[in-house]
C-alpha cells in the first residue's frame, strides 16, 4: 500500500496562481496516473485532471497538471483563480490491487 | 450522459450489515469498472472496491472480508453489501464508474449513518 500526501488547505487571491501538491509515499509517481477532483460543498466529485496531465471537456485551460519525478509527486496549478475555484481538491492514483486519494486540500480565493 | 443513483437505508445499527444499490441510467453497465467510494463526514475520500461487469471484484484491504459486491445487468444496477458495520462506517457512500485510471461519472452521494 502507498499513501498520497497533500497539504491541509491553500489560500491566495483572485487572479493569482497557485499549486497543490501530491507527494507519493512509495512506488514511483510516474508509474501509475494520478488524477485530480474537484468538490465543492454538498457536490459529488467532478474531474479536473486525469491521467496526470489531461483535462476533461469542459474544464478550462486554467487548470493543469504535472509529474516530478524527483519529488516523486504530481502537482495541480491553477490560474487566473477565480471566486468559483473554491473547493476541496484530491489528488488520486493506484497501483496493482489498491485505488489512493489523497486526503485533499481545501483551497480558499480570498 | 451517464447517470448513477445510489439508493438503500440511511440508518443501520451497529454489526449489521450496510446495503446499497446504484442504477445506472443514459448508459449501459458493461465494460467499465463499477466502484464504491465514501466519505465520512468532514473527511476526505476513500475507496472501498470495485466490480468489473463480467464480475470480477477488488476491494480496499483495509476493509479485509466486510465487502461484498454484485452486478445485475438486467437491471443495470450494482451493489454494495458491508457487514459488521461500526459507527466508523458512518460516511456519504457514492457510486461512480471507473474507465481506465479514473472515476468519471459519479453518484450524488447517499448518507448512511450507523447508529443504533
Known amino acids: 500500500n502507498f499513501m498520497l500526501t497533500q497539504p491541509h488547505s491553500v489560500s491566495e487571491s483572485p487572479g493569482k496562481t497557485i499549486t497543490i501538491s501530491c507527494t507519493r509515499s512509495s512506488g514511483s509517481i510516474a508509474s501509475n496516473y494520478v488524477q485530480w477532483y474537484r468538490q465543492r460543498p454538498g457536490s459529488s466529485p467532478t474531474t479536473v485532471i486525469y491521467e496526470d496531465k489531461e483535462r476533461p471537456s469542459g474544464v478550462p485551460d486554467r487548470f493543469s497538471g504535472s509529474i516530478d519525478s524527483s519529488s516523486n509527486s504530481a502537482s495541480l496549478t491553477i490560474s487566473g483563480l477565480k471566486t468559483e475555484d473554491e473547493a476541496d481538491y484530491y489528488c488520486?492514483?493506484?497501483?496493482?490491487?489498491?485505488?489512493?486519494f489523497g486526503g485533499g486540500t481545501k483551497l480558499t480565493v480570498l | 450522459q451517464v447517470q448513477l443513483q445510489e439508493s438503500g437505508p440511511g440508518l443501520v445499527k451497529p454489526s449489521e450489515t450496510l446495503s446499497l444499490t446504484c442504477t445506472v441510467s443514459g448508459g449501459s453497465i458493461t465494460h467499465y469498472y463499477w466502484s464504491w467510494i465514501r466519505q465520512p463526514p468532514g473527511k476526505g475520500l476513500e475507496w472501498i472496491g470495485y466490480?468489473?461487469?463480467?464480475?470480477?471484484?477488488n476491494h480496499n484491504p483495509s476493509l479485509k472480508s466486510r465487502v461484498t459486491m454484485s452486478l445485475d445487468k438486467s437491471k443495470n444496477q450494482f451493489s454494495l453489501k458491508l457487514t459488521s458495520v461500526t459507527a466508523a462506517d458512518t460516511a456519504v457512500y457514492y457510486c461512480?464508474?471507473?474507465?481506465?485510471?479514473?472515476?468519471?461519472?459519479w453518484g450524488q452521494g447517499t448518507l448512511v449513518t450507523v447508529s443504533s
Open positions: 466490480i468489473y461487469y463480467s464480475g470480477g471484484t
Open positions: 461512480a464508474r471507473r474507465v481506465a485510471a479514473h472515476f468519471d461519472f
Open positions: 488520486q492514483s493506484y497501483d496493482s490491487s489498491d485505488w489512493v
